[in-house]
């Protein structure tokens, strides 16, 4: 277990389609977080887990958003009836006590 | 509300010290942090300070912290062309991360 994993690095959708982007954190690391980072912007806060349980949601997780990690372990992030908007790099991190690990990212674009 | 501002820009000369600079908002920040970012890849944890200490030094690396002004700042020594990329300071709120729109540090040889 070599850090946090996303799953696709690339994504590019049609406007009104539904995606869904997958994050393996390290294994030990019971938080995950997931970041949505616009072009010349920092990364933003979207939602954060606790093993399953999702405890905190950002006002920029609009209801077209849905994030669930099932059994603590991976994470999906799904974005229902994408618009262009949505286009962005979509960043998972995950941390034990202090120390976030970030993946690679997914990168949508909504066409 | 919690915010955190760097300057945009930063051009050096290999072999120079850069120096990058953020001001925060949220005195109750238990950690900074500094993040590098290279083009299309996610973010690497450089360093953080712990809120209690003023300085902290890892190699090429120093973090300098006043808290009584809220200012953070990345000096690298011996700036290489390799440590071109978007530096990134963030804070804690909670459990989430709030970063600053990020600071190109640009070296040219």
């Known amino acids: 277990d070599t850090g946090v994993s996303q799953d696709p690095r690339h994504k590019i959708t049609k406007r009104g389609q539904n995606v869904t982007f997958r994050c393996d954190p390290i294994?030990?690391?019971?938080?995950l977080y997931w970041y949505r980072q616009t072009l010349g912007q920092g990364p933003e806060f979207l939602t954060y887990?606790?093993?399953?349980?999702?405890?905190?949601k950002s006002r920029l997780l609009s209801d077209r958003f849905s994030a669930e990690r099932p059994k603590g372990s991976f994470s999906t992030l799904e974005i229902q009836r994408t618009e262009q908007g949505d286009s962005a790099m979509y960043l998972c991190a995950s941390s034990s006590q202090y120390g976030y690990t970030f993946g690679s990212g997914t990168r949508l674009t909504v066409v | 509300g919690e915010d955190v501002e760097q300057s945009l820009f930063l051009s050096v000369r290999e072999g120079d010290s850069s120096v990058i600079n953020c001001t925060y908002t949220d005195s109750s920040s238990t950690y900074l942090y500094w993040y590098k970012q290279e083009p299309g890849a996610g973010l690497q944890l450089l360093t953080y300070i712990f809120s209690n200490m003023d300085m902290k030094q890892d190699q090429r690396l120093t973090v300098l912290l006043n808290k009584k002004d809220k200012h953070l700042s990345l000096r690298i020594a011996d700036t290489q062309t390799g440590d071109s990329a978007i530096y990134f300071c963030?804070?804690?709120?909670?459990?989430?991360?709030?970063f600053g729109k990020g600071t190109t540090l640009s070296v040219s040889s």
């Open positions: 963030a804070e804690t709120a909670g459990t989430a991360l709030i």
């Open positions: 887990f606790q093993n399953e349980a999702q405890l905190e």
């Open positions: 294994s030990e690391h019971n938080r």
